[in-house]
């Protein structure tokens, strides 16, 4: 599975986290994220309407975007998926998302300048 983390948005209630996933036909393959931000761990709901599409199957061979909202306004936490025994996570930081060892910023595309929030966990995390 490639997942790539595309943006993470504060409202005045809840974040929102933007991401693409492929490489698995998989009816929930896009339900194993957590959020956790000091002492909670955070499961995701739909976002509100208007705010991109609800998570869920993933396919092999087609990207799908959606969008996980999580009830905190927290600008700290760590973003984690977790499928198949193995844990992606992206430190969230205020403004800044970053990827643990192994994840680096996805390269431009034919000299494109670099796109902020894109990054793809290539390696599993140390738990």
Partial sequence: MHVTVASVDRTAAETLVTVSLVGVDDNDGALSWTFVTGTKQLAPHAPPA??????GATQQSTSI?????FDTT???GV???DRAGETR???VTGKRV???RGTR???PRHGAPPRPWRYRCLRKSRR
């Fill in 50 to 55: 208007g705010d991109g599409a609800a998570c």
């Fill in 65 to 69: 975007t959606c969008v996980l909202a």
């Fill in 74 to 76: 927290e600008t700290v």
């Fill in 79 to 81: 973003l984690r998926y």
């Fill in 89 to 91: 996570r992206w430190d």
């Fill in 98 to 100: 970053t990827g643990t």
């Fill in 105 to 107: 910023v996805a390269e």
